[in-house]
């Protein structure tokens, strides 16, 4: 019986050296020439002594996003088993995602374990807290863009289409067309509060958004991956429950922003996607807030301060 090798997983290093895959696999595996377009590569130093040891090299190589340029590699078909032994072999500085190679295949690929390092062009999309409000300087992403821009004036951009008010209904609905004349390389989904909110009024029909949420994911994952983006989702901050009240005719509680927080958490891990969590900065820090849901510049700088760890 021909032995099942579900998983195509594209490389364009050290995993292609029939040593490392006997050392990995105990043979070479089947591969196919292939290609990923809108890629380079640069170096990455390795410190860990078995991979050193099994691939020969101190030095290999992670993927950048570059418009024009395309990493020519092979696809491995690979085992369950086998797929286990390469997520081993690689070092923390990497992660497993989905790429869409040039051949229209989608394919695991190793990337950056930081999400925003290997980026060039980053669409926001989200809420208030996203799009900056009660921060004159824009907040996070405001943060995010002056950096991101600053180290690369020429090639990097960051488009901030966040809208105060947005839940991830909304946001999987707008975000479609809004893609294709900005080219996105990146998109960073800022999944706020405003999914964890409970209508006031008795004559709601909205309903609870909670159990909905992995759909809207499921669409905007769908999206990314037409356009070649890495998805990167942004979890919600802490909340100050004791001053919101009614805010605007809507409810938000601690509790519910925590089963928010723990279904994004899931859905990211499930599906290998990646996850940078808002929450611990502003937690217990009411100070940072000016009316409890949405944060201060003080606190839009600490928010920050956790997302650069996902920059380089």
Known sequence: MTESRPHTLFSFGT????RVQTSLFGRAVPTTASSLAGHATR????????????????VHLTLERRIG???????????????????????DDYVR???????????????????????????IVGDSIAYGRCDPQGGWAGQLAAAHIASDETSHRVFNLAVPGSTLADVSEQTPPLLAPRHPDTLVVAAGINDSAVPLAASATDGDALPHISGHLD??????QRYNARMVVVGPAWLDESRTGDFEGLRFTVERARTLRATLKT???????????????LRDQPHLFVDGLHPNAEGHKELYRV??????
Request: hydrophobic content about 45%.
């Open 267 to 281: 859905w990211c891990e499930d599906r290998h996607i990646d996850y940078l969590d808002l929450w611990e900065p």
């Open 97 to 123: 995602r989905r790429v869409l190679l040039t051949s229209g295949e989608t394919a695991w690929a190793y990337l950056d374990a930081r999400p925003l390092c290997s980026a060039a062009r980053i669409v």
């Open 15 to 18: 995993l292609l050296d029939r």
């Open 69 to 91: 340029s395309t990493v020519e590699g092979a696809v491995l078909r690979l085992t369950d088993q086998e797929l286990a032994a390469a997520d081993d072999y690689e070092v």
């Open 43 to 58: 170096p990455l130093a390795i410190t860990d002594a078995s991979v050193i040891a099994t691939s020969g090299q101190d």
């Open 219 to 224: 669409s905007l994952a769908a999206t990314a």
């Open 307 to 312: 997302l650069s760890a996902g920059y380089c």
